[in-house]
């Protein structure tokens, strides 16, 4: 049905109404001041809207929500489930936009936190969270007979020699490391550049695909994502050579860059979690235009070269600016522009 119909609405001053609305279109409804426009949006459509919603939940959650009366109404035929945008009056927070004051935007923050699909922004690629069991699920889809190696990435990116990393690998019984893409046997002796940024994996197993192997794939697994706090790198060998990252963490598989698990406060800018820590979730940011502050650099401070400040040698600003530059021994009857740039900041 593409359009709701009304019959002999009667709720509150509405005498009768019978009215047909489209359904997939922006209606907006007008009269005076007493002539039934909230009582046939709210009190009649939306309220039945409402009504069938928490019918249709368990036993259970209507408890919580209350009975809901049904509108004095003949039918309405074709309506769905409905939500409510009412209106509230403004304030005065510089964070309060349409969406916030008319609350269309808790909707699309709930509707964000449930289908959003979050992405690196240094990868863009999607960040998602694996289970060593989905991990498994996800390799056994490859062909019968494919070989693979099971690694765990220790180190990504980091500085140093690594010496205590590698020694400790070998303790605990591990045979072999990819050093910057270069597998290297752990009882050679193995020296790292201080300086250089490296990369190293530690080969948890080798294997090839076959239907026993799946236990054998998961404790793999399940101890290369011990090792290096969730992470896992699996390379395909043969034709199809590729390499395939998995995360168990809600993180990005290539970089550290994280994020907790989707929920509606992190898309709140009024809220800490989701707000912009520089900004504060305002969008702009209040800096010091030193243009406007010192308009004249051929002034000294004396001769009042900071806009802001009162050249009256006995106010309380001018005194504490006077013990400040005593203390740094600057002279404030040089010119502004005759300042060092470490002075002026």
């Not at 004051?101 to 960040?127: K, M, Q, S």
């Not at 069991?133 to 693979?148: A, Q, R, S, V």
């Not at 205590?164 to 490391?177: A, H, Q, S």
């Amino acid at each position: 049905m593409d359009k709701i119909i009304v019959k002999g609405a009667r709720e509150n001053n509405l005498k009768n109404v019978n009215i047909e609305l489209p359904k997939n279109k922006l209606i907006v409804m007008t009269g005076l001041s007493g002539s039934g426009k909230s009582s046939l949006a709210f009190d009649t459509i939306y309220a039945e809207g409402q009504r069938r919603y928490v019918e249709s939940l368990s036993a259970y959650a209507r408890q919580f929500l209350g009975n809901t009366e049904k509108p004095d109404v003949d039918s309405i035929e074709g309506l769905s489930p409905a939500i409510s945008i009412d209106q509230k009056t403004t304030n005065n927070n510089p964070r309060s936009t349409v969406g916030t004051v008319t609350e269309i935007y808790d909707y699309l923050r709930l509707v964000f936190a449930r289908v959003g699909v979050p992405y690196c922004p240094n990868h863009n690629v999607p960040i998602t969270s694996q289970s060593v069991e989905e991990m498994t699920n996800k390799i056994m889809e490859y062909p019968e007979g494919t070989k693979l190696i099971i690694m765990s990435p220790v180190v990504h990116g980091e500085k140093g020699t690594h010496k205590d990393l590698l020694e400790d690998l070998r303790k605990e019984g591990y045979i072999r490391v990819r050093i910057n893409g270069e597998m290297v046997d752990l009882s050679e002796d193995i020296n790292l550049e201080k300086n250089t940024k490296d990369d190293i994996a530690v080969v948890i197993d080798r294997l090839v695909l076959k239907p026993e192997s799946r236990s054998r794939l998961f404790e793999a697994l399940e101890q290369a994502t011990k090792l290096s706090k969730g992470k896992v790198v699996i390379e395909i060998l043969g034709e199809d050579h590729k390499e395939l990252v998995f995360s168990e963490s809600f993180a990005c598989p290539h970089c550290e860059f994280s994020l907790p698990e989707l929920e509606p406060r992190l898309f709140s800018f009024n809220a800490p979690y989701g707000a912009c820590p520089d900004c504060k979730g305002l969008g702009v940011k209040l800096q010091i235009d030193e243009d406007l502050l010192i308009p004249d650099e051929d002034k000294s401070i004396v001769e009042g070269c900071i806009k802001t400040l009162t050249d009256d040698p006995e106010a309380i600003e001018f005194m504490e600016l006077e013990c400040l530059c005593k203390h740094y021994k600057i002279d404030m009857n040089k010119k502004w522009k005759s300042y060092l740039k470490k002075i002026k900041i």
